[in-house]
């Protein structure tokens, strides 16, 4: 089936370490985003990809980093240098990517893994 | 920042009743949509209206959009218990690429 997978769905750290969290997709997608979840914050975008071997900071990337070498791939790393790491990370890809005449490419719906609970200890 | 809000923050209802909750929004969007999600998941996508639309309907689902307020509302009707979740609207602004930004969400709870 089609979809996007995220691992591990659990991950504790220690300070001081980094850790990956993978993300793939079989969607085909093009675009591909990270998205940081606290409670009563809502999402918000740490990196987005639009194509390969290109990527975006989002609005909190402080911390992160991520690479995009292949279209199917977006690891996110969170680094020693995120201060408060614990958080509920969310994986994301784009379909429906169009261009319009007055706004350019006009992104379509996101799919969502499922998630990856990161926790220092 | 240019995230969104929405209100209520949180929601009870009995089931059968609708339930209403809404989005607002900072500048010009290119299309505003609702994602659900289930506690401790990912989001599912639910509903995209366009910036040129005013309403949109999906099964019990209905969304409407005022550009000229910057608001979005969504009407869940006839409410049953698996609607429990919350419920985030995200807006594709028109200055912004392909970023997506997200409200606060709304915490739906339907009581059986």
């Known amino acids: 089936d089609g979809g996007i997978t995220q691992s591990p769905k659990y991950l504790f750290r220690k300070e001081g370490q980094n850790v990956t969290l993978s993300c793939e997709q079989n969607?085909?997608?093009?675009?591909m985003y990270w998205y940081r979840q606290d409670p009563g914050q809502g999402l918000r975008l740490i990196y987005y990809?639009?194509?390969?071997?290109?990527?975006q900071k989002g609005d909190i990337a402080e911390g992160y980093s991520v690479s995009r070498e292949k279209k199917e791939s977006f690891p996110l790393t969170v680094t020693s240098a995120q201060k408060n790491p614990t958080a509920f990370y969310l994986c994301?890809?784009?379909?429906?990517?169009?261009?319009?005449?007055?706004?350019?490419?006009?992104?379509?719906?996101?799919?969502f893994g499922e998630g990856s609970r990161l926790t220092v200890l | 920042s240019q995230q969104g809000e929405e209100d209520p923050q949180a929601l009870s209802i009995q089931e059968g009743e609708n339930a209403t909750m809404n989005c607002s929004y900072k500048?010009?969007?290119?299309?505003l949509q609702w994602y659900r999600q289930n506690s401790g998941r990912g989001l599912v996508h639910l509903i995209l209206?366009?910036?040129?639309?005013r309403e949109k309907h999906s099964g019990r689902l209905r969304v409407t959009l005022d550009t000229s307020k910057k608001s979005s509302s969504l009407l869940i009707t006839a409410s049953r218990a698996a609607d429990t979740a919350s419920y985030f609207c995200?807006?594709?602004?028109?200055?912004?690429?392909?970023?997506?930004?997200f409200g606060t969400g709304t915490s739906l709870t339907v009581i059986p």
């Open positions: 500048t010009s969007i290119n299309n």
């Open positions: 990809s639009q194509i390969v071997n290109d990527f």
């Open positions: 209206i366009r910036s040129n639309e």
């Open positions: 969607l085909n997608h093009d675009a």
């Open positions: 995200a807006t594709a602004y028109t200055n912004t690429g392909n970023q997506f930004y």
């Open positions: 994301a890809s784009s379909s429906g990517m169009r261009f319009r005449k007055d706004s350019g490419i006009v992104p379509g719906e996101l799919f």
